[in-house]
């Protein structure tokens, strides 16, 4: 790669902002299954558009990586893409630009078995691209190619122009040392396989190629195994007793600050057998292993690079220049990277685990490269590229600093196994996209004439018909030259049998004179036709050079309406893309809206839903409130009716404590008159009248009903409901004591503290309080107060009280006594024989109804 007056990177300087940039290109290629019954992950929805979906074995998790995701391409060759198609759209504008001394790079990468290496060579019948670029190099530059050993590398990357005589006397020594191995020769047969890789059908030609110049093209094959750089075109003497293993290369930077690898075997060669015959060579040479995911696995990534040199004819179009500063050196560099593999599917072992790591770790490398390249690009920031982490981007680095155009085809194998592999693929691929590299710069126009070989050719065929047309020679032709000779006179005998003989020399005079007339007649003849040749050649010179200034101008014009159809495609391309884009937003669009739609009407319902719930709300508001008002109306009469009761039953009570008082004066009065003198008989006292009793009664109303109204806030359940199969936070305080009783509430599930917190709250649903406190009676009162744990707003726990159970212990000795009521209709007479009793049983004060129980006395309360 000769380029004058560039930089190192990175210590170049920094470029001009109007330097225009292209984006790498990325193409994709998806090969077919391998049986009918495989799951696909990979489904190509356009030209330019790839969809990857989850297989049904792999569940998104929460973030959400796995659902579908759509990825675009420059372009995407399906599993029907024939190589040839592969080729016309991927790497034959980089053979037109090799030829116009542009530099390529074009690369393969993707996962092991994903078919980089068919893509990248073929099979017999199916050439790759290796195979056809080359075919379509030589097919465009066949007819000016240089001898061998005209163009010389110097083996500081730089090609050097010999002369003829040092050209001729390096190919015969060539010739003579045959131990020195040979360059191939197209003659040789060629290997079987590679003998039928390209139709003759679908070969290849460039027309721009410029005649005017000569062309050599030499290759080299290297490989990039365990971060190491290997020949494989080097003869290494074979030892079969002490053999030695490959010896590794090293790369260095050249004069214009381009890497190279020191020391790399560069091989001449012709034609495209010649040139199949050396990558042959090379790839048996190539380290390939047998593994889990891939029978031929390649465990090495190799290089194969093609070196074009050209140098201009001098001005009569006959040599070439031997000037080295207008050699022009170009290089198209075919890389195969190996596969990305994980060693958990593989199983690799030993130095099968080493080569997959390497591999890993160098694409790795190239990845990241790729990253601070983009921020850099896009951020503005200037971080230092990585490139001397890894053999392949140290070597390439030239390519992704401007020094040429470069292009990457994604191979993915579509099966379900490789999908988590294709995705971390597919990433890398939409991130280079985004990495932009400078345009190659046109070379500078050779100030000669142009079309100077055609001329030359053109003089000497003009030549040779004019020679031939007149009997002269052609191209020195003895036959020719006797022809000539014999339409001359004929010379007269010149032998002499007598000194007096003076008729024979006088004759010979004769003849030669006439001949020497003949001659300078000739002459003058063939002067004067060579000078009309050359006013004619002149004249002709004059009309191509005006004729190809035309056509020169014709193909610039050319040039740029080809320019501009090629941006216009790439502007339909862009077109055609951002309407599938659009059509991909409308229907996200249409699904949103419609999303929008359902959920309106979900919303629209949920208030109609929740009006209702209000209306019925206020409605049974207003239904307990009348509930509430009839009950306290009725309560109210219930109190006024027992008051009445109570009023009555306490009048009886005086009635009945004065009429014994009065039967108790009669008897002192009787005993003071027995004593005195007769007494006045007592009047016996009346009891109240009854009548207001009968009104009361009849204003009293009867006995209020149950109430089947509203059931309560909360309703009573039985004490088991405490023991179900929720989980409960019991809270029994320190404080509290151990009143061994036989009825004890028993809570299954619970996790018992004496002191509540917010770790115990967090895993319950329920909470129940042990509280104890000292009844009326001086007995001990338990209460289970109960509720439910919620979460509050803020992250918190907090209980909602819901119910109460009381357990109250007694004793059983104590002294219990019930009395019933007395109604006053059902109140006879009173006759006690006993005055004593009945005056103590009146004095007695009224017992309260108590009821009296053995053990525990459990009520609610709400």
Not at 118 to 125: D, L, N, V
Not at 268 to 282: L, N, P, Q, R, Y
Not at 610 to 637: F, H, I, P, S, Y
Request: hydrophobic share 30%.
């Amino acid at each position: 790669m000769q380029r004058a007056g560039k930089g190192r990177t990175p210590r170049r300087p920094k470029k001009p902002s109007n330097i225009e940039k292209d984006p790498v290109g990325v193409y994709c290629r998806i090969r077919p299954l391998g049986g009918e019954d495989e799951e696909c992950c990979v489904e190509m929805i356009s030209s330019s558009t790839i969809q990857l979906h989850a297989p049904d074995g792999l569940k998104a998790n929460r973030n959400g990586e796995y659902k579908e995701t759509q990825y675009c391409f420059k372009k995407v060759f399906g599993i029907k893409t024939t190589q040839i198609e592969l080729f016309e759209d991927v790497a034959k504008t980089l053979i037109e630009d090799l030829i116009h001394c542009k530099n390529g790079l074009l690369f393969t990468y993707g996962v092991t078995g994903s078919g980089k290496t068919y893509t990248m060579t073929g099979s017999p019948g199916e050439g790759g691209l290796l195979p056809r670029s080359l075919d379509m190099l030589f097919n465009s530059i066949g007819p000016f190619q240089a001898k061998r050993f005209v163009f010389k590398p110097d083996e500081k990357n730089g090609i050097e122009v010999q002369n003829q005589l040092d050209a001729l006397l390096e190919r015969q020594k060539r010739d003579s040392q045959q131990s020195v191995p040979k360059t191939p020769s197209s003659r040789q047969r060629v290997d079987p396989e590679f003998a039928d890789m390209i139709n003759p059908d679908q070969a290849c030609k460039f027309e721009g190629v410029d005649e005017d110049c000569c062309y050599s093209v030499f290759v080299s094959y290297i490989e990039i195994y365990n971060n190491y750089i290997y020949d494989l075109l080097e003869d290494a003497p074979f030892d079969p007793i002490r053999p030695k293993p490959p010896q590794s290369k090293i790369l260095r930077e050249d004069q214009n600050h381009n890497m190279y690898v020191a020391g790399c075997t560069e091989v001449e060669v012709k034609s495209t057998e010649e040139a199949f015959d050396v990558f042959w060579k090379g790839q048996k040479k190539r380290r390939i292993a047998n593994t889990e995911l891939n029978r031929e696995s390649s465990r090495s990534h190799s290089v194969f690079t093609v070196k074009l040199a050209q140098a201009p004819l001098d001005a009569d179009g006959d040599h070439i220049l031997q000037d080295k500063s207008q050699v022009n050196v170009s290089q198209l560099c075919l890389v195969d990277l190996a596969g990305s593999e994980r060693t958990n599917r593989t199983r690799a072992e030993g130095s099968r685990l080493r080569e997959a790591g390497n591999i890993n770790q160098s694409l790795m490398t190239l990845r990241t490269c790729m990253e601070v390249l983009r921020e850099n690009q896009m951020c503005g920031t200037n971080r230092m590229v990585p490139y001397r982490d890894s053999k392949v981007t140290h070597l390439f680095k030239n390519y992704f600093d401007g020094e040429g155009k470069v292009r990457m085809v994604v191979c993915v194998n579509p099966k379900a196994e490789d999908y988590e592999e294709t995705l971390l693929v597919m990433r890398f691929a939409e991130m280079t996209q985004e990495v932009e590299v400078a345009r190659p710069v046109d070379r500078p126009i050779c100030g000669l004439t142009p079309g100077r070989r055609q001329r030359n050719q053109a003089f000497k065929d003009e030549l040779s018909r004019r020679l031939e047309e007149r009997g002269g020679p052609v191209n020195g032709d003895p036959v020719q030259l006797n022809q000539l000779i014999e339409s001359l006179p004929p010379l007269p005998p010149c032998e002499l049998s007598d000194p007096s003989d003076d008729q024979t020399l006088p004759r010979l005079m004769e003849v030669l004179e006439r001949r020497y007339r003949i001659r300078q007649k000739m002459t003058e003849q063939f002067n004067q036709t060579a000078n009309n040749m050359k006013f004619a050649l002149q004249q002709f010179e004059s009309q191509f050079s005006s004729k190809e200034n035309v056509l020169h101008d014709q193909r610039s014009k050319l040039g740029e309406k080809d320019k501009v159809i090629a941006n216009q495609r790439t502007e339909i391309e862009r077109l055609k893309t951002l309407e599938y884009k659009i059509d991909i937003l409308q229907k996200t669009t249409e699904m949103y809206e419609q999303d929008k739609r359902s959920l309106q009407q979900e919303l629209e319902s949920r208030e109609q839903r929740l009006q209702k719930e209000l209306a019925e709300r206020r409605r049974m508001e207003q239904r307990m409130q009348g509930v509430v008002t009839d009950t306290k109306l009725k309560w109210e009469r219930e109190c006024e009716r027992r008051v009445n009761a109570k009023q009555l039953e306490l009048q009886n009570k005086l009635w009945v404590k004065d009429e014994k008082l009065k039967q108790l004066k009669a008897i002192v009065t009787e005993n003071g008159g027995a004593s005195g003198g007769p007494a006045e008989p007592p009047r016996k006292p009346e009891r109240p009248s009854r009548e207001r009793d009968r009104n009361v009664a009849q204003k009293r109303s009867a006995s209020p009903t149950p109430l089947s109204t509203v059931p309560p806030v909360h309703p009573m359940h039985r004490r088991s409901h405490s023991a179900g199969g929720e989980k409960w936070v019991d809270h029994k305080p320190a404080s509290n004591l151990d009143l061994d009783t036989v009825m004890q509430p028993i809570i299954p599930n619970a996790i018992k503290v004496s002191t509540p917190n917010e770790k115990a709250l967090s895993k319950c649903h329920r909470y129940v309080l042990r509280h104890q406190e000292l009844a009326s009676d001086g007995e001990i009162e338990t209460k289970l107060i109960k509720g439910n744990v919620f979460k509050t707003r803020g992250g918190g726990q907090a209980v909602e009280f819901t119910d109460i159970e009381t357990l109250k212990q007694e004793d059983p000795t104590a002294p219990s006594f019930s009395r019933k009521r007395r109604s006053g209709s059902g109140e006879g007479p009173a006759q006690t024989d006993d005055i004593e009793n009945r005056v103590s049983s009146m004095l007695k004060p009224p017992v309260a109804n108590i009821s009296s129980s053995h053990g525990y006395q459990k009520r609610r309360r709400p």
